[in-house]
């Protein structure tokens, strides 16, 4: 492998003068809040966490609340974000802190990395943001930059993710590069790691590319090949498999019966719409319009039906059955996948 190059000092020079500076997770080194923005920030944009981060800290002002917390009222707050299993992660992991390390993040990336949801890049990410340690980053926009600066032509692979860690430890900001910038190692790495995500989401996107403003054009192997659009190489198209779902809407008196999901599944252990039918109820279902929801490696196809219940059959569910009849009141205390919010939302509002 070539030598570490001036990419570091680059980017840090560039976050400084135009990356962000004040985010809501940005300007602490408290590591819960680091950790919980860098696991919704995972395939979400930052506009929506925004939100979502500062009620789940009005919430769980520290790691120890959020682990006492119990796990329907975390999935109802993240209800909306999406990738569920991030919260029953999130959750496992707050439990693990609270419970294995007095309730203080780990500081090592190794020791980061055995917690439930924390990855190789994250754990990078948190021990930089919250210690100041040395260690790369590698997440999808980390991976588009240096695969377009040093032309990484490959398609996505195993033995490419190795290379592009090869590539990302290489590159490293360090201590030579701290005394060329006259600046600490500890905030010239936040610095760097801050300025790798800041250029992946800003110029080096991934449609609307704007080399011309960008640190490293001059260098840029993508740029020079005339490989920009192409790089990062995309996985060759998998045909998304089509799930179908039929959701059994039991409404009594204005409230809508919901039940708590499997564990394991599509939305574990969230609140939806039964998809089996009760055996008892004597109104005619009555169809609404079918929906499609696409989840990672599934399209849902949705068809919903309405059922009118007595007051009797109404009793009948909540002596037989898992479950809660929900109002407009009170339906924000349960976790709901976005499809059967929208159901929720639409039959509230008729
Ligand atoms: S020159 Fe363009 S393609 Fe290369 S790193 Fe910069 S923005 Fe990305």
């Given at each position: 492998?070539?030598?570490?190059?001036?990419?570091?000092?680059?980017?840090?020079?560039?976050?400084?003068?135009?990356?962000?500076?004040?985010?809501?997770?940005?300007?602490t080194?408290?590591?819960y809040k680091?950790?919980?923005?860098?696991?919704?920030?995972?395939?979400?944009?930052?506009?929506?966490?925004?939100?979502?981060?500062?009620?789940?800290?009005q919430?769980?002002?520290?790691?120890?609340?959020?682990?006492?917390?119990?796990?329907?009222?975390?999935?109802?707050?993240?209800a909306?974000?999406?990738?569920?299993?991030?919260?029953?992660?999130?959750?496992?992991?707050?439990?693990?802190?609270?419970?294995?390390?007095?309730?203080?993040?780990?500081e090592?990336?190794?020791?980061?990395?055995?917690?439930?949801?924390?990855?190789?890049?994250t754990?990078?990410?948190?021990?930089?943001?919250?210690?100041?340690?040395?260690?790369?980053?590698?997440?999808?926009?980390?991976?588009?930059?240096l695969?377009?600066?040093?032309?990484?032509?490959a398609?996505?692979?195993?033995?490419?993710?190795?290379?592009?860690?090869?590539?990302?430890?290489?590159?490293?900001?360090?201590?030579?590069?701290?005394?060329?910038?006259?600046?600490?190692?500890?905030?010239?790495?936040k610095?760097?790691?801050?300025?790798?995500?800041?250029?992946?989401?800003?110029?080096?996107?991934?449609?609307?590319?704007?080399?011309?403003?960008?640190?490293?054009?001059?260098?840029?192997?993508?740029?020079?090949?005339?490989?920009?659009?192409?790089?990062?190489?995309?996985?060759a198209?998998?045909?998304?498999?089509?799930?179908?779902?039929?959701?059994?809407?039991?409404?009594?008196?204005?409230?809508?019966?919901?039940?708590?999901?499997?564990?394991?599944?599509?939305?574990?252990?969230?609140?939806?719409?039964?998809?089996?039918?009760?055996?008892?109820?004597?109104?005619?279902?009555?169809?609404?319009?079918?929906?499609?929801?696409?989840?990672?490696?599934?399209l849902?196809?949705?068809?919903?039906?309405?059922?009118?219940?007595?007051?009797?059959?109404?009793?009948?569910?909540?002596?037989?059955r898992?479950?809660?009849?929900?109002?407009?009141?009170?339906?924000?205390?349960?976790?709901?996948?976005?499809?059967?919010?929208?159901?929720?939302?639409?039959?509230?509002?008729?």
């Amino acid at each position: 492998m070539p030598k570490k190059s001036n990419f570091a000092a680059h980017i840090v020079q560039w976050q400084r003068q135009f990356g962000r500076h004040d985010l809501p997770w940005q300007n602490t080194t408290d590591a819960y809040k680091i950790w919980l923005s860098e696991i919704m920030l995972q395939q979400t944009q930052v506009a929506t966490v925004k939100t979502y981060y500062a009620n789940f800290l009005q919430h769980f002002p520290d790691v120890n609340a959020l682990a006492a917390a119990p796990l329907d009222q975390v999935l109802a707050l993240w209800a909306g974000l999406g990738y569920y299993s991030r919260a029953r992660n999130l959750h496992h992991c707050a439990q693990t802190v609270a419970s294995q390390w007095q309730g203080r993040f780990p500081e090592r990336p190794e020791q980061l990395i055995t917690l439930k949801g924390i990855g190789a890049s994250t754990a990078a990410a948190i021990a930089v943001f919250a210690y100041g340690a040395s260690a790369a980053i590698l997440d999808g926009n980390v991976k588009r930059v240096l695969s377009r600066r040093f032309g990484v032509d490959a398609a996505p692979s195993a033995a490419n993710d190795k290379w592009l860690w090869g590539i990302a430890q290489r590159e490293l900001f360090n201590a030579a590069d701290a005394k060329a910038l006259d600046m600490n190692l500890a905030a010239g790495l936040k610095s760097y790691t801050q300025g790798l995500m800041d250029l992946g989401a800003s110029l080096c996107s991934r449609s609307k590319t704007l080399c011309h403003a960008c640190p490293l054009q001059n260098e840029c192997a993508a740029l020079a090949r005339g490989l920009v659009a192409d790089l990062p190489r995309k996985k060759a198209k998998t045909i998304v498999p089509i799930v179908h779902l039929t959701f059994f809407i039991y409404r009594h008196n204005g409230r809508l019966w919901l039940e708590p999901r499997p564990a394991a599944g599509i939305w574990a252990q969230m609140y939806a719409f039964p998809e089996n039918a009760a055996h008892m109820h004597a109104a005619q279902p009555k169809a609404l319009p079918a929906m499609s929801h696409k989840l990672t490696h599934r399209l849902l196809k949705i068809e919903p039906w309405l059922i009118d219940v007595s007051s009797e059959e109404a009793l009948t569910f909540s002596k037989n059955r898992a479950g809660v009849w929900i109002a407009s009141e009170n339906q924000a205390d349960f976790g709901t996948p976005k499809p059967v919010q929208d159901l929720i939302n639409h039959l509230f509002s008729i």
